[in-house]
């Protein structure tokens, strides 16, 4: 086709669909949805084999860990979608609506608190998939991460799950060592000796598990998982800090639960054009977190 011949109106069309335009051309980038970031070996090869087939040769990776594929033709656009499909593989990600999950690598990473693949899947098909007709007032990201290392950044998401492994504390087998193994596993400097007795400071613990099974003495051995929630995160041209919610969930459902009752207060009270953070911050964290977590 020749240059710029394709209507706003179809351009805009198959933006919905994940094919966003190459300025200047009547060419487009595929966006390629991996669900969480992880395909398999076959499906790396449908996605190369599409792009010399139909693009220019190049795959991208997104900053939300989707694969674009550039320099497909307006008129190609169905056949590459069928040539995808055979793998399983989808094409989406835009528009004003729950966008795919982020995940980290918590599922295999040593210092990954719950299954952040498993989770991420999970959430991708309950709510991409499944609110995939819901209007929102902007678009809606969800991050998953595995521990409080926070490498995909869940709080700079609209929401954001950190895994924990809150420290189940047995002072009565204690013995005050002088070089005490939690101490120096302890990466936030919240657990201190003090009279004798191993404290943990509430306030300064990210749940991270680290002291947990290092004390000879049998002082932390285990820990309670849970779920840790942000809530009003966003990176752009304008950036929020999400605030994490009152309570750690220790139940996978009551968390993904509180994901919906967010997405749902956002597609009502949201207004047109505003990200979540701005409609937590024109009604009130307080106000949110107290209908999220009734």
């Known amino acids: 086709m020749s240059a710029l011949t394709v209507s706003k109106e179809d351009e805009a069309r198959v933006k919905g669909m994940g ?164 101490e120096a596993a302890c990466p936030n400097k919240a657990a201190k000796v003090v009279d004798g007795k191993i404290q943990i400071d509430k306030d300064t613990c990210r749940h991270c598990g680290r002291c947990v099974g290092k004390c000879p003495f049998h002082t932390i051995e285990d820990g309670t998982y849970g779920y840790k929630i942000y809530i009003g995160g966003r990176w752009g041209k304008k950036v929020s800090k999400g605030r994490s919610l009152s309570k750690i969930f220790t139940s996978k459902d009551e968390a993904l639960d509180v994901i919906e009752k967010a997405i749902l207060f956002f597609r009502d009270n949201g207004i047109k054009g505003e990200r979540f953070a701005e409609t937590i911050e024109r009604i009130g964290f307080e106000n949110v977190e107290k209908q999220l977590l009734g």
């Open 19 to 182: 094919f966003l335009n190459n300025r200047g051309t009547d060419l487009f980038s595929a966006r390629v949805l991996t669900v969480n970031g992880k395909v398999t070996a076959a499906q790396h090869r449908c996605m190369a084999e599409a792009a010399e087939k139909f693009g220019n040769g190049n795959l991208l990776y997104t900053t939300r860990l989707s694969v674009e594929i550039q320099g497909i033709p307006y008129d190609k656009i169905e056949e590459f979608q069928q040539f995808i499909a055979k793998e399983g593989l989808v094409t989406g990600g835009t528009g004003a609506k729950v966008r795919p999950v982020v995940s980290c690598k918590g599922t295999t990473c040593q210092y990954g608190l719950l299954d952040s693949y498993a989770i991420s899947e999970e959430i991708y098909k309950r709510f991409y998939e499944g609110y995939r007709n819901v209007a929102l007032p902007h678009k809606f990201k969800i991050a998953v991460g595995g521990c409080p290392n926070n490498c995909v950044k869940p709080n700079l998401n609209d929401v954001g799950i950190i895994g924990q492994k809150i420290p189940q504390v047995d002072t009565d087998v204690c013995k005050g060592c002088k070089k005490c193994a939690i």
